[in-house]
């Protein structure tokens, strides 16, 4: 649970100091939870109305408990997986550390189909213990910055959406 606060802490930090805020405004709430979950959330809360601690509890149960973070040993691993799993979806976020876990390992060890179960776990277990920690934190923000780019360049966005990347990079620094 530690873990998943400081994750939380890091995540609102970003979301609070970037100006892409402005730009979500239509589609997630002021703490970041996205709007289109208000249909998975018990009691379909309007999600304009509730609390930081709400939005914790979304956070924790929709984003941290489905994807196994608690399971990574590296908090500046399981940040950055939990701002793209929020930002982007779990989905990609899983893809990207499983990317990273192949290329690390230079073949093919786990599927890229963004679920993290036990093959994913022990090997990036398996790689932490190597102190591979920020070869993988590395490819993940290289997977995160090309999404990001062919985003705004295939939808033709200005350019707010590059900055998370870069703005989420300078935290991560200052977080060591």
């Known amino acids: 649970m530690a873990i998943f606060q400081l994750a939380v802490d890091n995540f609102f930090h970003i979301h609070n100091q970037f100006p892409i805020n402005n730009y979500n405004l239509k589609k997630r709430n002021k703490f970041?939870?996205?709007?289109?979950?208000?249909?998975?959330?018990?009691?379909?809360k309007n999600l304009l109305d509730i609390s930081q601690e709400e939005a914790e509890d979304i956070f924790f149960e929709?984003?941290?408990l489905d994807n196994?973070?608690?399971?990574?040993?590296?908090?500046?691993?399981?940040?950055?997986?939990?701002?793209?799993a929020v930002y982007?979806?779990?989905?990609?976020?899983?893809?990207?550390?499983?990317?990273a876990i192949n290329?690390?390992?230079?073949?093919?060890?786990?599927?890229?189909d963004g679920i993290i179960g036990?093959?994913?776990?022990?090997?990036?277990?398996?790689?932490?213990?190597l102190d591979c920690e920020k070869e993988i934190l590395n490819i993940v923000n290289i997977l995160q910055r090309i999404y990001y780019t062919e985003l705004v360049n295939?939808?033709?966005?200005?350019?707010?959406?590059l900055a998370i990347c870069?703005?989420?990079k300078i935290i991560q620094k200052n977080i060591k």
């Not at 970041?32 to 379909?44: D, K």
């Not at 982007?88 to 990317?99: D, G, T």
């Not at 290329?103 to 890229?112: H, I, N, P, Q, Y």
């Open 118 to 129: 036990l093959q994913t776990s022990s090997k990036i277990s398996f790689l932490l213990s």
């Open 32 to 44: 970041g939870v996205p709007l289109s979950m208000e249909n998975n959330i018990l009691n379909h």
């Open 103 to 112: 290329e690390v390992l230079e073949e093919k060890v786990v599927d890229e």
């Open 68 to 84: 196994h973070y608690d399971d990574l040993t590296s908090q500046l691993l399981s940040n950055k997986l939990f701002e793209i």
């Open 88 to 99: 982007i979806s779990s989905k990609v976020a899983n893809r990207f550390l499983q990317k």
């Open 154 to 161: 295939f939808r033709k966005l200005d350019s707010t959406f």
């Open 166 to 168: 870069n703005y989420s």
């Open 62 to 64: 929709h984003y941290w």
